[in-house]
């Protein structure tokens, strides 16, 4: 099943991506908050992103094939080397002995509506500022790269609409969440 998985998402299915986000992103922040209390919860949400981006730059490049653990484990353990390189870059030094002893992961610290929310917002938005967000955010491409492969005039007209595109999307989340 993972081969598959791992097929799909080499071939550009990211909606196989976002199941897959969806499915770990409660493990991991509740993991994080449980064992990383001195980062700030949107420090997390960043760190939790940049595991699911070098879980797909792995499949991407032909790096992850199989795996030996459950899915959740592997990108949550990208996602503690991470917590721990912040953590020793602010330096608030854990006692590593606590994190690799830690077994359970329970989803009680976190609402999965707000990833449902922030997949409803995406998917409402542009199929121009999609392409650029996916592009920039997932394929680590630069504005120069993003002008030329969406022919755009320049790597700022890029930047420009890349802005106008965040704008929106936040925007448009405080909307839905202020809804709620």
């Known amino acids: 099943m993972l081969k598959e998985q791992f097929e799909k998402i080499k071939n550009g299915d990211l909606e196989q991506l976002d199941k897959i986000y969806l499915e770990v992103k409660p493990l991991f922040m509740s993991y994080a908050q449980r064992n990383f209390r001195a980062i700030p919860i949107s420090d997390m949400e960043d760190i939790y992103q940049d595991a699911i981006i070098v879980f797909y730059q792995n499949i991407q490049k032909g790096l992850l094939l199989e795996i030996n653990s459950s899915l959740s484990a592997y990108i949550i353990q990208i996602g503690k080397m991470r917590l721990i390189k912040w953590a020793d870059k602010k330096g ?15 989803e009680d610290l ?30 680590k491409k630069s504005m120069e790269e993003i002008a030329e492969i969406l022919q755009y005039k320049n790597a700022n007209t890029v930047k420009s609409q890349k802005s106008r595109c965040i704008a929106a999307f936040s925007q448009n989340v405080i909307k839905l969440n202020s809804h709620e």
């Not at 606590?98 to 077994?103: L, Q, R, V």
């Not at 707000?114 to 121009?128: L, Q, R, T, Y």
Request: charged content about 25%; some cysteine; aromatic content about 18%.
């Open 92 to 106: 608030q030094h854990t006692d590593l002995g606590e994190f690799y002893a830690e077994n359970a992961l329970s």
């Open 110 to 139: 976190y609402d999965p509506k707000i990833d449902e929310a922030v997949k409803f917002v995406f998917s409402k938005m542009s199929d121009a500022c999609k392409q650029i967000l996916n592009l920039f955010y997932f394929h």
